[in-house]
């Protein structure tokens, strides 16, 4: 019997090893050397908010995986033989396979900061953060400061975190502007005043230099590049981005680069080994997409993509209309097809921007100002839906239409009474539109 064996148990590899076994008889292996069973990690701050427990981020019950299989394996696969298709674990023991998918996903970048392996300084990505987090940061006795570095996802998620449990935060954020390699300046600027309004220590325009031991070799402090200033700090989050956990594959014959090089088909340069989720990396980007999307939806997409090609039915990879979530802190965002930041604009794009007098609603349209094709959609503190949207940038709809339908991808009803007319009417003063 074919043996397929998965390594990584995130999103990827468990949406590829249930598609899989839609499909097939086939003998399935999930190898993590992270957790038992799967998790979903974007739930794991509300663990520590208290909203759940974290048997409450399994999707599955754990009788599943034997009703439906799928074999489990908890281990660290050290290397790669991909002549005999054996896979070395740490441990000593070996395991053959037919067919390999590497879904291992990602890890958090760290630069080469003095101090950066201390106990106290971690990510917030695996479950063995999150359990660090609660050993070190417990309380605001035992945590008595937090210093977060890098002003991504992550970081805004640490920083709301620690904010429930009234921990002083101080969140150092190297770009003049908080996620302004993303987001358009107004959008910025909003998100900067309210992450200052739920009193986080913003420091933007700041690097970290280095992280000070005590005498036990744990956090006391860290100093900041640009004044030399010294924080003290029991905690230190390193939020700076991820990369992919690709460190085992190094000396195997598999094409790496910043990823586990992929083409369309998610095949590598190997026959028979495959790589989905954040650990692959496109040799050619598909659209406007980059080569490498660290994104919980696209690694779900591969996965159900790959599955296909196991069983018999290769299809390309193929994501669609660009779209993502997040929160920060209150304010619930959304953004489908393309708006770029205000550097990365290219000429043709215009945007149409509205903010809401409370400083926590916004929108921004980007569309063709030569032909005035709707581009893309970001949503601020207003839900809207995903396939009424998705709808209008397949069929290319222009921007007015999308303005005088703005109601049909109302996700709230409450939208259309509240905000629509406003919008409608600040597009009509700022374009001129009859």
Known sequence: MEHIVIIGNGISGVTAARHIRKLSDKKITIISAETDYFFSRTALMYVYMGHMKFEHTQPYENWFWEKNNINLKKGYVKTIDTHSKTLHFAEGVTLTYNKLIIAT?????????????????????????????????????????????????IGIELAEMLNSRNIPVTFLVRESSFWNGVLPDGESEMINRHIKNHHIDLRLATNLKEIIPDENGKVKSIIIEETGEEILCDVVGLTAGVSPNIDFLKDSNIETGKGVKVNHFLETNIPDIYAIGDCAEQHEAIGNRRPIEAVWYTGRMMGETIAQTICGNKIPYNPGHWFNSAKFFDIEYQTYGWVHNSKNKPDYEQHFHWKHDDDTKCITIAFDKNTNEFLGFNTFGIRMRHETFNTWLTEKRPIDYVINHLAEANFDPEFYQRYEKEILKAYNNQFQTV
């Open 105 to 153: 996903g990602s890890k958090p970048n760290k630069f080469g900061w003095p101090g950066q392996d201390l106990k106290g300084v971690m990510g917030m990505y695996h479950k063995q953060d999150l359990e660090n987090l609660e050993f070190h940061a417990p309380n605001n006795k035992v945590c008595k400061r937090a210093v977060i570095v890098g002003g991504g996802l």
